[in-house]
T-cell receptor
Framework: DQQVKQNSPSLSVQEGRISILNCDYTNSMFDYFLWYKKYPAEGPTFLISISSIKDKNEDGRFTVFLNKSAKHLSLHIVPSQPGDSAVYFCAAPPAGGTSYGKLTFGQGTILTVHP | NAGVMQNPRHLVRRRGQEARLRCSPMKGHSHVYWYRQLPEEGLKFMVYLQKENIIDESGMPKERFSAEFPKEGPSILRIQQVVRGDSAAYFC?????????????FGEGSWLTVV
């Protein structure tokens, strides 16, 4: 049962343009979402998060949008840079804030930013 | 302040042997999480431990897998009688407490190859 889904395995973008990574979820009880970035042979690193009480959270070039009615979130990277090339995972902990370390991850999207 | 340290980074085992993966959490962190990433998939939660306690092992396979986090020393994920399907990247993460929001830090992973 894939509760968090990233349906696009890969995305290719030109440097300077916007990258939009999408994530859908099925569990309406999820109330917090995170995006992680992962380079090959390294562990995931936290990028940005959003609580379900918000519909947008921005941090520099990264913005996450949450559409609760559609059970959809997206990560926007503007402008995209070659160093952003990595695998991006969306993730959600169990509802209620009892165990933020027990994350359900999507399958990941490989972002390639071309110079 | 050293990050989450995992070793070995790469481990090759023959079918039927045992694999032991070690994880030293960040200084001051008392909560450890193990995840597994199979090829072409996202990370899957395995187990959540505090010192000397298993808090949640709902993601652990029922047989051959065990985890511990002793009072002294690193957390250990042990896989007995390994099979080819155990080949994966195993990631450890730590946090200062279980409900710490985005402050879960991943190590660089241990890659297990079963031949």
């Amino acid at each position: 049962d894939q509760q968090v889904k990233q349906n696009s395995p890969s995305l290719s973008v030109q440097e300077g343009r916007i990258s939009i990574l999408n994530c859908d979820y099925t569990n309406s009880m999820f109330d917090y979402f995170l995006w992680y970035k992962k380079y090959p042979a390294e562990g995931p690193t936290f990028l940005i998060s959003i609580s379900s009480i918000k519909d947008k959270n921005e941090d520099g070039r990264f913005t996450v949008f949450l559409n609760k009615s559609a059970k959809h979130l997206s990560l926007h990277i503007v402008p995209s840079q070659p160093g952003d090339s990595a695998v991006y995972f969306c993730a959600a902990p169990p509802a209620g804030g009892t165990s933020y370390g027990k994350l359900t991850f999507g399958q990941g999207t490989i972002l390639t930013v071309h110079p | 302040n050293a990050g989450v340290m995992q070793n070995p980074r790469h481990l090759v085992r023959r079918r039927g042997q045992e694999a032991r993966l070690r994880c030293s959490p960040m200084k001051g962190h008392s909560h450890v999480y193990w995840y597994r990433q199979l090829p072409e998939e996202g990370l899957k939660f395995m187990v959540y431990l505090q010192k000397e306690n298993i808090i949640d092992e709902s993601g652990m396979p029922k047989e051959r897998f065990s985890a511990e986090f002793p009072k002294e020393g690193p957390s250990i994920l042990r896989i007995q009688q390994v099979v080819r399907g155990d080949s994966a990247a195993y990631f450890c993460a730590s946090s200062p407490q279980g409900n710490s929001g985005n402050t879960i830090y991943f190590g660089e992973g241990s890659w297990l190859t079963v031949v």
